[in-house]
């Protein structure tokens, strides 16, 4: 607040989100107070430059600390009264937190290198270390901001970071082990924070999931690396190629077939009980990465159903979304600054429309 009469600068009753706090008036007379409290920095600058940074306490204003308060700016320049010219920032140092969400590419598995969407969505929790590197990065010399501005900037910025890097691992390994991932991804991000003047205190990945078109083939992929997965599929060529000797005509081909086939057989049934000595047959859940025994209908872990069960029992159609939103049903953020409702929300990946 400014009191003119007074000539007071202080920032008193702060909104819970507020990040940064600009005093309106640009003449600052010689003898003005600044009180700055313990959760803040007050900055001034002039001229694009930064003159000092205060940090808590009770100043009075004078030459001592700015030697531009004089009265040449009154006798050279025609003022009515000894004033100096400059913006005086206040920075919080309270730590904030917020909600990220991102859809990007990345690969499933090593040695599996489709492409596939990630849709992910999180918390984040950081805080201002550095003021001046903070106003020189993120504010730099413009005439006007604020804190919804510089919140705004912070989304895009965060969620831009973490796109990037969760681009760059497998599918699995984080569906796999989102705490894992959490730490990584927190870790490759945290200088770019710093070379902002911010710390970034934690980062969790609270979900991560991809279309319902790739779920299957990645279950299918999963479930073939194992070599019992690999075994149950030369049972399905099997039972195919019996299919077929059965529909044949006769002749050679007919007879060659049911003399190979016994023991085709034979040898697999070798292998498959030898398979279930060694080991039981474990697929991974494609919804939480959990293994279950092969085959199986519900995640022992999760409770979601198997890919073979939702190809038994069509999935419940959602109901339609509304053609527009104020505010995300999923995760409650505030769409109302966007031209139009996206197809995906950009805070917490849900699909829209």
Do not use: H
Not at 60 to 72: M, R
Not at 91 to 99: E, L, R, T
Not at 339 to 348: A, S
């Amino acid at each position: 607040m400014a009191d003119e009469r007074t000539n007071v600068i202080a920032w008193q009753n702060p909104g819970p989100e507020d990040i940064v706090w600009e005093y309106d008036q640009e003449y600052i007379r010689t003898l003005t107070s600044l009180t700055v409290d313990e959760w803040q920095w007050a900055v001034f600058v002039r001229d694009g430059q930064i003159l000092r940074v205060f940090d808590a306490g009770k100043y009075s204003l004078t030459t001592a600390n700015f030697p531009f308060l004089t009265k040449i700016y009154e006798k050279v320049l025609g003022y009515k009264e000894n004033v100096f010219k400059a913006k005086v920032i206040f920075i919080s140092k309270k730590q904030f937190q917020g909600k990220w969400g991102v859809r990007t590419m990345c690969k499933v598995a090593q040695n599996y290198d489709a492409p596939i969407p990630l849709m992910g969505n999180g918390e984040f929790t950081y805080r201002v270390s550095d003021p001046e590197t903070f106003i020189t990065q993120m504010i730099g010399g413009g005439k006007s901001f604020n804190t919804g501005s510089v919140s705004s900037f912070m989304k895009s910025f965060i969620n831009e970071q973490i796109g990037q890097q969760l681009g760059k691992q497998y599918y699995m390994d984080v569906f796999g082990n989102l705490d894992s991932a959490s730490l990584l991804t927190k870790m490759n991000i945290e200088e770019d924070f710093k070379n902002r003047g911010l710390e970034l205190l934690a980062l969790k990945i609270n979900n991560v999931s991809t279309e319902e078109a790739y779920q299957k083939d990645i279950y299918e992929v999963q479930r073939l690396r194992t070599d019992v997965g690999a075994q149950y599929k030369q049972f399905e060529v099997m039972e195919k190629m019996a299919d077929a000797i059965g529909d044949s005509s006769g002749g050679a081909a007919f007879g060659t077939g049911m003399m190979l086939f016994p023991q085709m057989m034979q040898q697999l049934n070798q292998q498959a009980m030898q398979g279930n000595v060694q080991q039981q047959p474990k697929v991974l859940c494609p919804y939480c990465g959990n293994p279950n025994d092969y085959p199986y209908k519900f995640c022992g872990n999760c409770g979601k159903p198997s890919p073979q069960m939702q190809q038994q029992q069509p999935p419940a159609q959602p109901a339609a979304a509304p053609k527009s939103f104020k505010n995300c049903p999923y995760c409650g953020e505030d769409l109302s600054g966007l031209p139009k409702t996206p197809k995906f929300c950009p805070y917490c990946a849900e699909q829209l429309s």
